[in-house]
């Protein structure tokens, strides 16, 4: 199978065999090894000098973790929202009692940082801003160092879903200067999913010991004293932890400069690719395209479904469909993680060939 989803992503061999290891003891010195250089691996990428937390969990838990540890009930947020993943962090925040002014674009659109700025001045008690770096549902990218730098100025809490982009696409949480930063085990990590990892800047930390969000399995202070010594507050997800350790080795072989130009090269092919196809690419200006993953609108009049299914069942790729309003709409190729041009290549061929078949039998 061609799996072009934008996550979960396929797994390279040597991950997959490594996943598949006998357990060990979490309490044992095996297990701290591993734990302590995954922890390091995560440093390394997410630019950290301090450690990166890990929850067992997926990507919307570690959404959660970065809430609940950081904020407390009647807290005012701004909730930035360019698609479905900036309506889930606004959610989650919501639900355990923020208080949310939302900044929505149009999907397809990124976030204008000035406007965030702008937002800011006009409502001091806006304590945090929550904003996705890269936004799955429509392959838009914010700016987000320019955001950063907007909300930096204003002294405010920046709370990022980097879910879909850190270890594809630069994100250095230190050099942006951002306070909470999540991401999930199944993207760009080359991993099954099961794992959340969640950065905290010292700010956060402070925040931390005011907030008074409920929270107890996801708790940040909790899963930091474990850390230190080189454990987790609750049985993890060891086999994933096996997984990131074997993908780290293979990270720190192609090097984080080689896996962002890889992940940039081929995000170039495929909107070029796409492009000659004469389909439309749903980002509106295509300096804010994801290299992670493009989302493409479907011709008018085309049966979406249909055209999944056959490109599934016939041809063994898997596209990823539309999501919310955009449902049955658009498609949307995930290249992320342990991926090639090759894979790009083929999946838009099959996109070629039944484009064309459909045209023909229109
Ligand atoms: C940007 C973004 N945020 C959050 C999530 C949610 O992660 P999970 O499905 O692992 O809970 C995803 C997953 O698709 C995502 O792409």
């Not at 081929?266 to 492009?275: E, H, L, P, S, W």
């Amino acid at each position: 199978m061609n799996l072009r989803i934008p996550g979960p992503t396929p797994c390279p061999e040597e991950v997959l065999q490594a996943t598949g290891r006998q357990m060990i003891n979490h309490r044992g010195p095996e297990f701290a090894g591993i734990l302590r250089r995954v922890t390091d691996g995560l440093n390394w990428v997410f630019g950290s000098s301090t450690d990166v937390l890990t929850f067992t969990t997926s990507g919307t838990g570690g959404l959660e973790a970065a809430i609940v540890n950081t904020l407390s009930p009647g807290d005012h947020v701004l909730a930035v929202s360019i698609g479905s993943f900036g309506d889930r962090i606004r959610s989650i925040a919501t639900t355990y009692g923020a208080r949310a002014t939302s900044y929505a674009v149009e999907w397809g659109e990124a976030a204008d940082p000035k406007e965030i700025g702008r937002l800011l001045d006009a409502d001091p008690t806006i304590k945090a801003v929550l904003v996705t770096h890269n936004e799955t549902s429509t392959g838009v990218t914010n700016p987000l160092e320019a955001i950063a730098r907007e909300v930096r100025a204003r002294d405010r809490l920046i709370i990022v879903d980097a879910v879909s982009s850190l270890s594809s696409v630069p994100c250095p949480v230190e050099r942006w200067d951002l306070d909470v930063v999540v991401s999930g085990s199944q993207k760009g990590w080359m991993a099954p999913p099961g794992l959340a990892f969640v950065y905290m800047s010292e700010r956060a930390w402070a925040a931390n010991a005011e907030a008074k969000m409920p929270r107890f399995y996801f708790d940040a202070g909790k899963t930091r004293e474990s850390l230190e010594k080189l454990q987790t507050p609750w049985t993890p997800a060891i086999s994933i932890f096996y997984s990131m350790d074997t993908a780290f080795e293979m990270m720190r072989a192609e090097g984080l400069e080689g896996v962002y130009t890889r992940h940039e090269a081929i995000a170039g092919y495929t909107r070029d690719r796409v492009k000659s196809l004469g389909l439309k690419l749903v980002p509106v200006d295509e300096k804010f395209a994801s290299n992670t993953v493009t989302a493409v609108w479907w011709p008018e009049g085309i049966d979406a479904k249909a055209l999944g299914k056959r490109a599934r069942e016939e041809f063994g790729v898997v596209l990823g469909g539309g999501q919310g309003k955009l449902d049955g709409k658009i498609f949307r190729v995930g290249h992320l993680g342990w991926v090639s041009k090759d894979d790009v290549v083929a999946a838009l061929d099959v996109v070629e060939r039944l484009l064309s078949e459909a045209k023909a039998t229109a």
